[in-house]
């Protein structure tokens, strides 16, 4: 496993944050990373190595429970551990904020964060069918199924 630091990121994060999340297909804009950067019941978690930030989370404080509404590692820093870190800091964020429970969504195309979520203690509740626009932009590409999950915390 790579060792990775892990804190809250402030605006001052906001350029490393984007270009990191510019990373994968779909992601967030600017404008959505710095509103949830300014939002007092977000919180943005960062994975940094070596001084490089490779991952993030955005977590958000709802009554009684949290969402974890976006999770990232660096396609080149996969496969290290550095999720698992990053999905514990915002089980230990949300403690914090006194949730009793923690729910997600994720395509159901993404076995490996459904396998890291299931070992955190994760369970289905549930599937948006066709919820999720496809990756590709082929012209015959399906819609894709959210599966929806929650841990106590």
Not at 25 to 37: E, N
């Amino acid at each position: 496993m790579t060792e990775g630091e892990v804190r809250c990121l402030s605006l001052g994060d906001l350029e490393r944050l984007v270009a990191l999340e510019r990373q994968q297909p779909r992601h967030w804009s600017a404008g959505q990373l710095q509103a949830a950067l300014q939002d007092r019941d977000c919180c943005v978690l960062g994975i940094a190595v070596e001084e490089a930030l490779v991952g993030h989370a955005v977590v958000a404080r709802l009554p009684f429970e949290a969402e974890l509404q976006a999770m990232l590692v660096a396609p080149t820093m996969r496969r290290r551990g550095l999720a698992a870190v990053l999905l514990e800091a915002v089980v230990e964020q949300c403690r914090r904020w006194g949730g009793e429970r923690l729910l997600l969504e994720v395509r159901a195309g993404n076995v490996a964060a459904i396998a890291l979520y299931r070992r955190a203690g994760f369970s289905e509740d549930g599937r948006r069918r066709g919820y999720y626009p496809p990756l590709n932009e082929a012209a015959d590409a399906a819609r894709e199924d959210a599966i929806l999950m929650s841990r106590r915390l």
